[in-house]
């Protein structure tokens, strides 16, 4: 008999970025204030707040049927889960994050051989050790608690292995990136035994529908306008859109409404142009989720 889907919402610098999206894609999660089992508008669902270095071990013991967390976490933990989708957010960018290896500007280490018996510090332990074993080169990994590439800075260590977005804080330490180890980003993950219960599966397929198309919405803005008779083909022809656009007569007038759907970061050159061709009135609206 099937219970309450145990879903887990990843702590951290995600946390507020996953509770931004759920509301978007329709469940309002309250956290109150120290409580690791926040309210959700629904329900069928029990949340829990958990480290996403540690989700895909809970969700794979059966202790959480489901949760979010990134690709690297599950790496790291070789998590035997299925993972349901990619979710590519943060609370940065809509880009994947990278783990990079870093070291001193000034230092002689170029390339990943340099690194033989030399000391890397990185929260991404046994993900690293592996990565090296299987390339032939002995180092020696140093779990990392955090503000890792100080590590470097104070000579703790040679290199760091670290995750970014944006460079920002690597570059702001001094450091340069010579590899690129792996892209990560968030995934929606469940275990085996909640995928092959019916009604977990289902509400695991629900979320998982809504939250790529909130994801999807925040790319994309409504677009409509006027468009007199004698332009209408001509605008028409130009106009990008998921599919045709819609285009339906003005009351009593030889114009039309056209409404369509474009990426937001074609929109500043598109009005402009759709000005010129001769629409009018021109409306932007921002679109909660596309499906």
């Not at 989708?85 to 500007?105: E, F, I």
């Not at 998982?208 to 790319?219: H, P």
């Not at 474009?262 to 402009?272: E, F, K, N, Q, S």
């Amino acid at each position: 008999m099937s219970t309450n889907l145990k879903l887990g919402i990843p702590k951290g610098s995600l946390q507020d970025a996953t509770i931004a999206l759920f509301k978007r894609s329709g469940w309002k999660i309250n956290v109150n204030g120290r409580s690791y089992f926040p309210e959700i508008n629904d329900p069928t669902i029990d949340c829990a707040i958990c480290r996403a270095q540690e989700m895909s071990r809970y969700v794979e013991s059966g202790t959480l049927d489901a949760g979010l967390t990134g690709k690297d976490w599950i790496a790291e933990n070789s998590s035997d889960i299925h993972v349901v989708c990619d979710l590519v957010y943060s609370k940065v960018s809509a880009r994947p994050a990278r783990w990079v290896l870093a070291v001193p500007y000034d230092s002689d280490i170029k390339s990943l051989e340099d690194l033989q018996g030399r000391k890397i510090a990185t929260e991404l332990v046994a993900f690293t050790r592996r990565y090296f074993q299987e390339r032939g080169i002995d180092v020696d990994i140093e779990f990392s608690w955090g503000a890792t590439e100080a590590k470097v800075v104070s000579k703790l260590a040679d290199a760091v292995v670290e995750v970014t977005e944006t460079e920002s804080t690597i570059k702001a330490h001094g450091l340069r990136i010579i590899h690129e180890l792996m892209q990560t980003n968030t995934q929606l993950i469940v275990n085996h035994a909640a995928w092959q219960d019916r009604e977990k599966r289902a509400k695991i397929e629900q979320i998982a529908l809504l939250l790529k198309g909130a994801l999807k919405g925040d790319k994309m803005v409504g677009l409509k306008m006027n468009v007199p008779q004698g332009r209408l083909d001509a605008i028409v022809a130009t106009l990008p859109s998921l599919n045709a656009p819609t285009v339906a007569p003005l009351y009593q007038s030889d114009w039309f409404s056209v409404e369509i759907v474009v990426g937001a970061d074609v929109v500043r050159d598109l009005i402009p142009k759709l000005l010129d061709t001769g629409a009018e009135g021109i409306i932007e609206y921002p679109l909660n989720k596309v499906v």
